[in-house]
């Protein structure tokens, strides 16, 4: 991390990576925890990384291989490890599972507080020479609090949650199937093997779900004992005598999913992301749109952004913001191109430099204006916060969801909830049965998100023939230029509120011209303007939510009774919605659809997130702060940039 003069901040946006020193034999050393990352005490036997004992110890301690041999297509099999460090078990488990080749969904959720750092992991397999920990490498995220979800293929998601366990655990919803009680001794690192921990880990197992563990402390065996678990030692590996197994009570038996229909009203990108991630866990699929076209506002546009929104003091918001783009650029197909973002006064350079010193430069580094021009490939003249990871996507370019149904032209006139089926009624007459809804329907009217109150943000942009030199990245000043991409340059966009004209207009092309001109001396040999329309929200966040009962919701707000210890929860069954995107659809749509796919899917998650609760708007209105995860508790006060 760069040196910093600016105060601490209550939320990091970046953990600090684990200290570690590599000792002669390649095994890893805490000088924190005065311990090692793995046995150093079986010579040859053991191997580099220890992976000999650990196969012993939570591969075979669980019995995965037999109990995997009875999964099939659809069942889901869910791993919780405490203590992820190089993510070897992982490791092991991914590669057993490709040698059982059998056809179930592996979700392996792992905590960790202090990051082991890319660098390590790589260090580390210089010796071992393993692909799948090579994949690691390539998909670990940077140490941003919170939750990611890590797709590996379609059937293997590492779900890495980084931050203190006693503070995060309390947070996930998820049933057990095998648990991997790692981490430093008990001696060394107190915390990781709490009464409060022991508690948390017991809730979640099923019936007849597995723990095992190195360790064999007395205070582990009792704690385990004392949530209802059979306890017992038995043969550890090597010259350690013994190791730890526990089960919860009852039979355990595979985790079969339901079949389920999803309708998704609104064919927009919104609604194609989240199609998308429903496809992947084989969830039958049908879009309804108005239009007779998919893509819907952004169908016009060749060319959006991925980039996060970052704050000098890092909030819920750019947290947020941080996560979704971290997740779309390992997830979405995109034009890896870089994002230079100009400083126009001397404030804009306090905050620029504030948000330079809380990152590593190949996430995010402040350049001069000659840096930025050798960067750019033309000339630029200010200085700006350089994204080497940002870049853009072609709408027209995605995998679109070609497995699921499409109706379109079929305008949804209303939706009912009947004995526990949602049904929709299109203008031409048409009926149709679901289990879930999820509307994304974008500017799009729609009575169940009418209080909400989006608001519709006309964009004029403009597409450039550019002669000679043109810009290698994104440059973002009060307009964007962006590289070429089939033969021009986009230029956007105007921002225009509540304004529904879809016309092209002379006054935005020029004042879009007038704003290049700011940028860089290029003259445009051609010019085609483009006109789109996004929907936005008061407080610029996307609605990624559970749709709630509006009558109720507004009673809630005017009752004296409504407090932090007693939140609204009456929501509308199995309904939800993906809206508000406004210019961050390619950013955050992606994220927020894999959010909606685990709730759907009852996946390994965090609640979905308040501040993106169709509730926020009226409960703010009301006076009333909304209940966070623990993890976003001490910064409950702070204001969203």
């Known amino acids: 991390m760069k040196p910093s003069s600016s105060p601490p901040y209550l939320l990091r946006y970046l953990l600090p990576y684990a200290d570690i020193k590599w000792r002669d034999n390649l095994c890893p050393y805490s000088p924190q925890f005065d311990d090692t990352y793995w046995s150093q005490s079986f010579g040859e036997a053991e191997s580099i990384g220890g992976l000999a004992e650990k196969t012993h110890v939570f591969l075979e301690g669980n019995k995965l291989k037999q109990r995997w041999q009875q999964l099939k297509s659809k069942d889901e099999f869910t791993i919780l490890e405490t203590g992820f460090g190089f993510g070897l078990n992982f490791i092991l488990s991914l590669e057993l599972k490709r040698q059982t080749q059998t056809a179930f969904t592996l979700q392996y959720v792992a905590f960790e507080q202090f990051p082991v750092s890319p660098e390590d992991l790589v260090i580390l397999n210089k010796s071992l020479d393993n692909k799948y920990l090579a994949q690691l490498i390539d998909k670990y995220p940077p140490p941003i609090p919170g939750m990611h979800h890590i797709w590996f293929s379609d059937d293997v998601c590492l779900t890495l949650v980084l931050g203190d366990t006693n503070q995060t655990l309390p947070d996930l919803i998820a049933n057990i199937d095998a648990c991997f009680l790692d981490g430093f001794s008990p001696s060394k690192n107190e915390t990781m093997w709490t009464d409060s921990i022991y508690t948390e880990i017991a809730k979640r197992l099923r019936s007849g779900a597995s723990c095992s563990s190195y360790s064999v402390a007395g205070h582990l065996r009792r704690g385990l004992a004392s949530k209802g678990l059979e306890v017992a030692k038995t043969k550890g590996f090597g010259k350690k005598?013994?190791?730890?197994?526990?089960?919860?009570?009852?039979?355990?038996?595979?985790?079969?999913?339901?079949?389920?229909?999803?309708?998704?009203?609104?064919?927009?990108?919104?609604?194609?992301?989240?199609?998308?991630?429903?496809?992947?866990?084989?969830?039958?699929?049908?879009?309804?749109?108005?239009?007779?076209?998919?893509?819907?506002?952004?169908?016009?546009?060749?060319?959006?952004?991925?980039?996060?929104?970052?704050?000098?003091?890092?909030?819920?918001?750019?947290?947020?913001?941080?996560h979704g783009f971290n997740f779309t650029i390992n997830h979405i197909a995109y034009f890896h191109s870089g994002r230079l973002l100009t400083i126009d006064n001397e404030k804009a350079l306090i905050r620029a430099e504030k948000i330079d010193s809380q990152f590593p430069d190949n996430l995010v580094r402040l350049l001069s204006a000659e840096q930025a021009s050798s960067v750019a490939g033309i000339d630029i003249n200010k200085a700006a916060l350089f994204f080497p990871e940002a870049g853009w996507l072609n709408p027209k370019a995605l995998d679109l969801a070609t497995k699921s149904t499409i109706k379109l032209g079929a305008h949804v006139n209303s939706i009912s909830y009947e004995e526990n089926q949602w049904f929709i009624s299109t203008a031409n007459g048409e009926k149709d049965n679901s289990d879930i809804i999820i509307l994304t329907?974008?500017?799009?009217?729609?009575?169940?998100?009418?209080?909400?109150?989006?608001?519709?943000?006309?964009?004029?942009?403009?597409?450039?023939?550019?002669?000679?030199?043109?810009p290698k990245t994104i440059i973002d000043d009060a307009v964007s230029l962006f590289p070429k991409n089939m033969g021009s340059n986009t230029l956007s966009a105007t921002y225009s509120r509540n304004d529904l004209d879809k016309g092209i207009r002379q006054e935005d092309t020029d004042w879009l011209l007038t704003q290049l001109a700011e940028i860089t001396s290029i003259t445009p040999s051609s010019i085609t303007p483009q006109v789109g329309h996004r929907m936005t929200s008061r407080d610029r966040m996307p609605v990624c939510s559970k749709v709630p009962n509006w009558p109720a919701l507004q009673q809630y707000c005017q009752s004296s009774q409504r407090s932090r210890e007693k939140p609204f929860s009456d929501y509308q069954d199995k309904l939800y919605c993906a809206v508000g995107f406004g210019s961050h659809g390619a950013t955050m749509g992606p994220y927020c659809a894999e959010l909606l796919a685990r709730e759907v899917n009852q996946e390994p998650r965090f609640a979905l997130p308040k501040l993106t609760s169709a509730i926020r708007f009226a409960l703010r209105d009301s006076g009333t702060k909304l209940r966070t995860p623990n993890l976003s508790k001490e910064i409950m006060d702070t204001q969203p940039f």
């Open 241 to 322: 005598a013994e190791m730890l197994f526990a089960s919860s009570p009852g039979t355990w038996e595979p985790n079969r999913k339901k079949s389920q229909k999803v309708a998704i009203v609104g064919a927009g990108l919104s609604g194609i992301f989240v199609a998308q991630a429903l496809e992947k866990r084989e969830i039958e699929t049908c879009l309804y749109d108005t239009e007779n076209e998919i893509l819907g506002a952004v169908k016009a546009i060749s060319q959006l952004g991925v980039y996060p929104q970052l704050s000098a003091a890092p909030q819920q918001n750019s947290i947020f913001s941080l």
């Open 441 to 470: 329907t974008g500017a799009q009217h729609f009575s169940e998100l009418e209080q909400l109150n989006l608001v519709s943000v006309r964009g004029q942009s403009l597409q450039l023939g550019i002669p000679g030199i043109e």
